[in-house]
């Protein structure tokens, strides 16, 4: 009976707090079951070697009463390992409540579990999870996986412990397995929240990313929130895909924004999961500033020109994403690649082509550029180092910004087109015309020279407005305001999408001209839901129709040039087609470009 009534008291507490309290098991975990592939931190020499990771009295009070039964590590390599100890503690350094040695014939490289002798209650106190290993020489053990916003992790290289989190942010693989009978069936543990931009301008909108794990028993598909902010308030539900148990997610929330303010804290509460009360709110916190308009911080438009024939191209690339995945101000980089550098391919964009012919020089096609600069018959190289690369977008962000710019975007998912409302402020009398760009992440390679089959392109420009923009009308304030559109293809990864709207100068007397002023990018998954009217700037012209009948291709209405790709990505042509699925892609008369799939 003494140990019935606690039991049924806390059954009691979260029922009354609106939770289901039901038995199971769930897994205690910051890293989403993932292990790197390369090691880091690596500890030279001989050492005795420690690392660990705090999970809060925040994150652990919800799992009160229930015990931890089972450790889990994930490690990069067992070379030259004899054993590894994982422990839990109060803190690092001290007596581990629970340990157990996983030797060496048992250990292997990625996740290894182990079964503690005696489960260890959760009090709601906080405690480290970590582990330990001797080492006669450098081991390439620990596996941290990178995180924006990561919580602390601790290293003992063989002369005390100490926090390394600033100089290795990311979370350690180790994992607890939680069983009890007072587990949560739906609730989350939030592991970031991210603003997309740091400073916003005054009468714009925030756009905060929410990162979480599901904690709960069943999968989750929505959650409740609040947002609090001196600027502004904000709540809702959002709706997402289910994520299974144990599962990361990501929800993508908008704050709008009313005066100005110093750096700010934009308070984050979630207070349900699938419509069920949570019994506490789960909170995070990320600082916003809000300047009075105009904003005039540059933002950078970097530019790459690439083609699946380019063996040295994916090498490139791969310099330009590793400068930016270092850079703390990346996300004032907006990077689209064009499928254009030299030759086209089944990815390429009519716009990519008028830029690759209007930035060419005499020999080469432009390989990189930074808000179109160098421009018209010059070429841009890209830089043969990673500093070079750095280097030149740091110029491009100390450059003066010639207008603030940002939008909200709306998408409509059954017509496939995205509408942005973009406003401003100019620098100056200028002519500027607004250009739309949409790109995706994780687009499989045909076959890449270079790399091969299994190639992932990232950044790959997707559809564009009108090629040169839209005419920017600038108020007597120097304010402005207007709408684009562009059409995308509905089977695209939407999730994976990014929009980008940039203002170039469009006055054909200027030095400068088409070269960018400012820009602003969001992922697509900010976007509103609605049903959009085709017909602003140059999208997909509905006056244009596609469709087949006894193996031919028909296409009518305002268009100016066509090409049939085999589902390979294949060139071929209208008529004469064979069973099979077809990707159609027009060039309307406006300049927009419609792909469609077409089974025949």
């Known amino acids: 009976m003494k140990q019935f009534l606690p039991r049924l008291i806390l059954l009691m507490i979260l029922a009354t707090a609106g939770m289901t309290a039901s038995a199971g098991s769930v897994m205690l975990s910051r890293c989403g079951g993932e292990t790197a592939s390369k090691a880091s931190p690596t500890i030279e020499g001989k050492a005795t070697v420690g690392v660990a990771t705090l999970f809060t009295s925040d994150e652990l009070t919800p799992l009160a009463g ?8 994930g490690i990069v390599s067992r070379l030259k390992l004899d054993g590894v100890k ?25 996740w290894n579990e182990a079964t503690l002798a005696e489960p260890l209650l959760i009090t709601g106190d906080q405690l480290y999870i ?34 390394i989190s600033a100089s290795c942010p990311g979370e350690l693989s180790v994992e607890a397995v939680v069983e009890g009978e007072n587990l949560a069936s739906h609730d989350i543990t939030l592991s970031a929240v991210t603003p997309e931009y740091p400073v916003a301008e005054t009468g714009t909108d925030a756009y905060i990313r929410l990162d979480f794990v599901n904690t709960g028993l069943d999968p989750l598909s929505s959650l409740s929130y609040e947002i609090s902010h001196i600027s502004g308030r904000a709540e809702g539900t959002a709706a997402f895909e289910p994520v299974e148990p144990r599962g990361k997610g990501s929800v993508f929330l908008t704050l709008p924004l009313a005066g100005s303010c110093e750096a700010s804290p ?39 020109f690439s083609n699946e024939f380019c063996n040295n191209c994916p090498a490139a ?22 499928h254009a550098g030299s030759a086209y391919d089944y990815f390429t964009v009519e716009a990519s082509k008028q830029y690759e012919s209007f930035y060419s020089g005499k ?60 406003c401003g402020t100019a620098d100056n009398d200028v002519d500027m015309a607004l250009t739309l760009f949409l790109t995706e992440d994780n687009v499989a390679a045909i076959m890449q020279a270079g790399a091969g089959k299994d190639y992932i392109h990232h950044n790959m420009l997707r559809a564009t407005g009108a090629a040169w923009g839209e005419a920017v009308a600038i108020g007597p304030d120097r304010s402005f305001s ?16 990014r929009l980008t709207a940039f203002l170039t100068d469009a006055d054909p007397e200027s030095p400068s001209y088409r ?20 017909g602003i700037g140059a999208t997909g012209d509905e006056a244009v129709a596609i469709s087949a009948e006894a193996g031919n291709i028909s296409i009518s209405g305002d268009y100016s040039s066509a090409e049939v790709f085999t589902i390979d990505g294949r060139p071929t042509g209208l008529r004469a087609l064979v069973p099979g699925i077809y990707i159609v892609r027009v060039t309307t008369g406006s300049g927009a470009t419609v792909t469609r799939k077409i089974t025949i």
């Open 317 to 338: 690339s791969d310099k330009i994403h590793a400068v930016l995945a270092s850079m703390p101000e990346a996300f004032r980089v907006a990077l689209a690649v064009h």
């Open 266 to 304: 934009a308070t984050v509460s979630v207070t349900a999961a699938n419509g069920n009360p949570l019994a506490s709110p789960r909170i995070r916190q990320a600082m916003i500033a809000v300047a009075d308009a105009p904003y005039l911080q540059r933002n950078v438009l970097l530019e790459e």
């Open 86 to 110: 994982v422990w839990v503690a109060s803190a690092p350094g001290e007596t581990p409540l629970r340990s157990i040695e996983i030797a060496k014939a048992d250990l292997k490289s990625g």
């Open 363 to 422: 020999r080469y096609s432009p390989m990189m550029m930074t808000d179109r600069t160098p421009f018209s018959g010059c070429v841009d190289l890209v830089p043969s180092t990673e500093e070079q690369i750095r280097s030149r977008i740091e110029a491009a962000m100390n450059q003066p910004a010639g207008a603030s710019l940002s939008f909200r975007p709306a998408i409509d998912p059954v017509n496939g087109l995205v509408e942005i409302e973009a």
């Open 482 to 497: 207007l709408k684009a559109q562009l059409a995308f293809d509905t089977a695209w990864k939407t999730g994976d999408c």
């Open 66 to 73: 229930n015990e931890i039964t089972t450790l889990r590590v």
């Open 515 to 534: 070269r960018v002023l400012q820009c602003f990018s969001l992922p697509l998954p900010y976007a509103r839901q609605a049903t959009i009217t085709a």
């Open 130 to 163: 970590g582990y330990s290993f001797t080492q006669l020489s450098k081991c390439n053990v620990i596996s941290v996986i990178p995180s924006e916003n990561p919580g602390i992790l601790m290293l003992n290289d063989g002369n005390g412990w100490t926090d």
